[in-house]
């Protein structure tokens, strides 16, 4: 089965504020203007074992900017 997978950064990177529904409002904290924010995976789960396919790390930055990098 696929799968999307998403993983929070530590705790003091990025805080859930509010989750309603089906939306989840995030606060970031930035250091040197960076914030990092969470990975996202695509993953392949079977009954035995679950494997990565991809992996994904959004960062934004204070002017707004987002780039989605390759996590390892």
């Known amino acids: 089965m696929k799968l999307i997978k998403l993983i929070m950064p ?19 904290t930035y250091f040197g203007g ?9 993953v392949d789960q079977n009954d035995k074992d679950t494997s990565v396919d991809a992996s994904f790390r959004i960062k934004i930055k204070k002017d707004n900017d987002l780039k989605l990098m390759k996590a390892e």
């Open 10 to 28: 530590s705790q003091g990177d990025m805080e859930i504020v509010k989750q309603e529904g089906g939306t989840i409002l995030l606060k970031p």
């Open 34 to 42: 960076e914030c990092a924010g969470p990975i996202i995976q695509f």
